[in-house]
């Protein structure tokens, strides 16, 4: 295959992206006020991914916020087994797909840097196909969840609502399988404002149905985990309608049987950004589970898993620079810029990192009220307060790994 950018070079499974003709730009060249300029256009090519990224995670994750919220005025046992439910089984499963994701943000976005925009979409078929597989055999770890906390050691009862909560949420698990490729999909051609809209819709109907369900209708736990389905359902049926009913004229071309080829190459990608993404996400999330086995387990969770939602709200921060530094990365890389590509990295980097400083104060000055958005327990706020410091230091250092590993995803 021949690019009116030059002669094509192999990514995989025998398909082809143009390479460029030529040396790429070295960005730095020419003194101080050029790096400036360089920094500064750098800097507006990456928010226009990094911007709407951020804010749509933020707000998809200010639903688990919403229902630990509500979940928490219900006692503290509720508020354990939803975090459990949540932090551990269904945060678990969601790193690995998230991280099997990211595969398509390394084809995407070369592909869409090389203008090779036909096969972005059948990208997008081949992760579904092989997510949501992999969710067909993650659902049994739902089912079992109970009996597998009980065999591990934790209170019973505390095990026996965990594991119910946790089976309530296994549409979620498909939902997720097909959220993220329709994310990476949108936001590799720039089309996060899709994504930033239907979260923004989203979140209010949650919050509504979780009153609903929760305090109206006295559902408890379940009620909120039957909550946080619709919400995902909504959410990925605005995404893929936008994605296959009309808005990606250029990338979608309808299903096609030619997703069903190379599908082991493409799982051998997915599989491999699977462990390095979701190994990063799932360690403070075995942390929860371990609490279990404390002295005042349900305190304990209940202090550690509101510390790991704070961290995590302010993670989706640098999420979003992981996207959009995946994709900056993957763009140059897709026209032979090496140079560009580092470039991107150490911009992206650098204000990560600031932003990150700059919440990791903000933990500091106000230690001793983080908790109280979660719950009214004195003892619960008091046990927050004593791990502050540390959560503040987790934040800090928040701010760099994601981008090493957008950079990472970019290049494949």
């Known amino acids: 295959m021949e690019s009116q950018q030059g002669a094509a070079v192999p990514l995989i499974a025998g398909e082809l992206l143009p390479e460029k003709a030529g040396p790429g730009r070295c960005p730095g060249g020419g003194g101080g006020r050029r790096l400036a300029e360089e920094v500064w256009e750098e800097s507006k090519k990456l928010w226009d991914v990094v911007g709407p990224a951020v804010f749509m995670r933020v707000v998809l994750y200010s639903l688990n916020i919403v229902s630990q919220a509500f979940v928490g005025r219900l006692g503290d046992r509720d508020l354990a087994a939803f975090s459990i439910a949540t932090t551990v089984f269904d945060g678990l499963n969601f790193g690995l797909l998230f991280g099997m994701a990211s595969a398509l943000e390394t084809l995407c976005g070369q592909a869409y840097g090389a203008r ?96 609903l369900l929760v305090r109206r209708l006295g559902l408890g736990v379940v009620g909120a985990a039957m909550a946080y389905d619709m919400s995902w359902l909504v959410y990925a049926a605005m995404q893929v309608a936008y994605a296959v009913g009309g808005g990606c004229p250029e990338t979608w071309s309808g299903f096609s049987a030619s997703a069903f080829a190379g599908l082991m190459e493409f799982v051998k990608l997915s599989a491999s950004s699977g462990v390095m993404v979701c190994l990063e996400n799932w360690y403070y999330r075995i942390l929860i589970f371990l609490t279990g086995y404390m002295k005042n387990a349900e305190i304990a969770v209940d202090a550690l898993s509101i510390c790991m939602s704070l961290s995590g709200l302010e993670m989706m921060i640098h999420l979003g620079f992981l996207a959009g530094t995946g994709v900056r990365v993957a763009n140059e890389l897709g026209v032979g810029n090496g140079q560009g590509a580092r470039f991107a990295m150490f911009v992206s980097t650098a204000i990560s990192f600031l932003i990150s400083l700059f919440f990791s104060l903000l933990t500091l000055i106000f230690h001793d009220k983080l908790a109280t958005i979660f719950t009214s327990s004195e003892d619960v706020i008091n046990a927050v307060d004593d791990i502050s410091v540390l959560l503040a230091l987790t934040i800090l250092l928040n701010g760099i790994q994601p981008v090493l590993s957008g950079v990472a995803v970019g290049s494949g």
Not at 127 to 145: E, G, K
Not at 165 to 185: D, G, K, N, Q, W
Request: aromatic share 12%.
């Open 116 to 211: 090779q925009h036909h096969m972005m979409g059948i990208y997008l078929q081949r992760s579904w196909l092989i997510l949501l597989a992999f969710a067909a055999l993650l659902s049994p770890v739902y089912v079992f969840s109970g009996e597998l906390l009980a065999a591990l050691g934790q209170p019973a009862e505390l095990a026996r609502q965990a594991g119910l909560t946790s089976m309530c949420m296994i549409p979620s698990l498909f939902m997720y399988a097909i959220i993220l490729p329709a994310e990476t999909f949108l936001q590799c051609q720039l089309k996060n404002w899709v994504t930033a809209v239907a979260a923004t819709v989203v979140f209010p109907v949650h919050a509504a149905v979780t009153w």
